[in-house]
């Protein structure tokens, strides 16, 4: 009796928990401490001690009736306006709390400007590799994904392509970077050609065209790089934040929109997001979460942890013959399969207990993503089983 | 830029907003305390201590990539283990964790359980007078809402008139006991014929019919009356609850769904809600209040603080000649106007500083609702104001 939308996701969501099951199920047979799961984006490291003293003394000190209520939909006024004060301190701008939606997570604050945004039949680009389930978002209001290919070695965005794939129909364009599953943060360049690539074809349409920016590994930048503050580029920029992974607390489902205030429409945008939002039942983001990152605006988790991760993985996997991206951002490592068909090689892997996503889960077929956000110990513990699985294949 | 469909909610979310800054205007300036402002379900009482020592147990005694980490979709497997157990311990039933999936409070539950049902074109019936943002849910999947009016003096639903309202495209049937807006409590003959009703329609039309009971108020209610379990009486009804009123919670938004284990493809249903609180950007409940939910899972508010203002204001509302229903359960009043068009009552009541909301916002025109989860010493100070809008109609 499931709706026929649902009965095309469950099945596709089936191979995911297929994968989940295999795992459960090796770690039943061979023991926890020799599965090596690479395949969650799902930090292994605690939230800063920060956090919790913060929610402890916002317990203290603060109303129940205000920590934990109802507040007006775009999330209480005090936090919106730390959150634009940050923004105008590390990036410049003139943000107010009037261009801030408290939301829940990045995925809950794409939802809200698609829903905001999408008439069906509108187009969303995205540049692929990416995560697939922007697909099913922006699937959600009736709007048509559109993937635009970044090439190998660097899978930086392709700006004339991105120029080409622009039509009458397309209301938006995601972005994220740094990227998941690449691991590669955009170049000055790169940011520079799509934004004159859309300001372009906004020129030619005669009407906006916005980029979405889903920003949840903004801080994971490793060797000096970081990411371009997209609203100084293109002004029709709206981010989506999430604290899930620079503070650690994925499962809390807090993050924002910003909106610019030179964004074309933004105030209408902004005041729309915040009823779109209601609608879809978000009503408002956890109240006590907010409260909780705004006093820790200026926290992040030492990223030096998963620096090291990168380094020791990226150094061995190259060591053994295997060819990947150096990857200067988030925390995956994307990988090239040793053979045409990565299920193929994937299955090896998992033989050996290795457990990987297949490139073709991100649109990019020929590739593995290979999540580092693990405990340290297990990398080493994990060489073995690399080695071998490189020895099944002449890699050096 | 914004959506067609934006466009319309944005315009019918003007009139709250106007009278929310109607509100803020008269505060400015008669003073807050001279301005009574009953257009509100926003509990005005603190959580139960137990909730803030439950948090700060929580922080103290578990780890940090537990408590703020992923978990599987549906939640905590411990969480809807204890949700399932305590519903058995109190209503009897079979339920598992696999029948329990932890939503962002009852709003995200109602979404994810409609996106999980709903093709484009099915319908679903809610009994007037309803929360109107039912009507947003349904239509965020391309259903289409179908009230059944419920009649006075005592809008108990007629199941008559719900039968004959059961067509080949009916999904769904949304029931919410405690009601909001009328303070009814639904009698038990009230379930029984409804129940009997949908059995019927379904045997022949040969399809089930879902009845989605929304139950934030199951625990609000007076004078020995209760709620009746409606899994017990029909084997298709998928509960949506919320702690936002239980537990003075609204702004955390927690709360969940629970899927009994008789219903017809209820297991598919559970799993594939999870997944659409996957694809609709919920991704999962929010995690360190699933853990304190489930550590006060026996804990409630104290109702005396809500009763006592239901009886101070029906007993004075009464006795200066206005007509409501004795309301039984949740927190709001509702109350007959004494003149047809109750815009006009509702525009004499806010010259006075009494803000009211017209029950044609719930579909139940000639009405007024008097929310009365306020602090209690606003009822006495109303009182004035009260007297002199009796005075303006010739009511005793």
Not at 83 to 110: C, D, H, P, Q, Y
Not at 145 to 171: C, W
Request: with cysteine; net charge negative.
């Amino acid at each position: 009796m499931i709706s026929d939308n649902m009965i095309r996701l469950a099945a596709s969501n089936s191979a995911i928990r297929a994968m989940f099951e295999e795992g459960l199920r090796l770690a039943a047979e061979y023991g926890r401490e020799n599965v090596f799961d690479f395949s969650l984006g799902n930090p292994n490291f605690p939230a800063p001690p920060e956090v919790n003293r913060a929610l402890r003394d916002i317990l203290e000190e603060e109303e129940s009736t205000l920590v934990h209520g109802y507040m007006t939909n775009a999330g209480f006024p005090d936090v919106r306006d730390t959150v634009a004060a940050s923004l105008n301190e590390r990036f410049g701008g003139t943000f107010g709390k009037e261009n801030i939606i408290m939301t829940a997570g990045a995925a809950g604050g794409l939802n809200i400007i698609l829903k905001t945004l999408l008439n069906p039949g509108d187009e969303v680009i995205v540049f692929a590799p990416y995560f697939l389930e922007y697909g099913n978002y922006v699937n959600n209001y009736g709007g048509v994904i559109m993937p635009v290919h970044s090439a190998e070695p660097d899978f930086q965005p392709d700006a004339k392509l991105l120029k080409a794939a622009v039509t009458k129909k397309t209301k938006a364009v995601i972005i994220n970077n740094p990227n998941n599953p690449t691991g590669v943060v955009y170049s000055e360049n790169t940011i520079r050609s799509i934004s004159e690539a859309l300001d372009e074809k906004q020129k030619e349409l005669g009407s906006p065209v916005y980029l979405i920016s889903d920003e949840p590994y903004r801080e994971l930048c490793y060797d000096g790089h970081s990411a371009v503050w997209l609203p100084n580029c293109f002004k029709n920029t709206i981010v989506c934040y999430s604290w899930s992974k620079s503070l650690s607390l994925p499962g809390e489902r807090i993050g924002y929109l910003a909106i610019p205030p030179q964004a074309e429409d933004g105030a209408r945008i902004a005041e729309a997001a915040a009823i779109a939002g209601r609608v879809l039942g978000f009503i408002n983001a956890p109240s006590l979460m907010q409260r909780a990152a705004a006093r820790c605006i200026r926290t992040s988790i030492d990223i030096n942890c998963y620096d090291q991760n990168r380094k020791n993985l990226h150094g061995a996997l190259t060591s053994l013959g295997f060819k990947t991206t150096y990857p200067a951002g988030a925390f995956y490592l994307w990988m090239k399969s040793p053979e045409p068909d990565e299920k193929v090689f994937v299955n090896k892997a998992k033989s050996l207990r290795l457990l990987l996503v297949p490139g073709s889960s991100f649109a990019g077929p020929g590739y593995v993503r290979i999540a580092y956000c693990v405990s340290p110990d297990m990398i080493p513990r994990s060489l073995p089983a690399f080695k071998e699985l490189a020895g099944e294949y002449d890699l050096i």
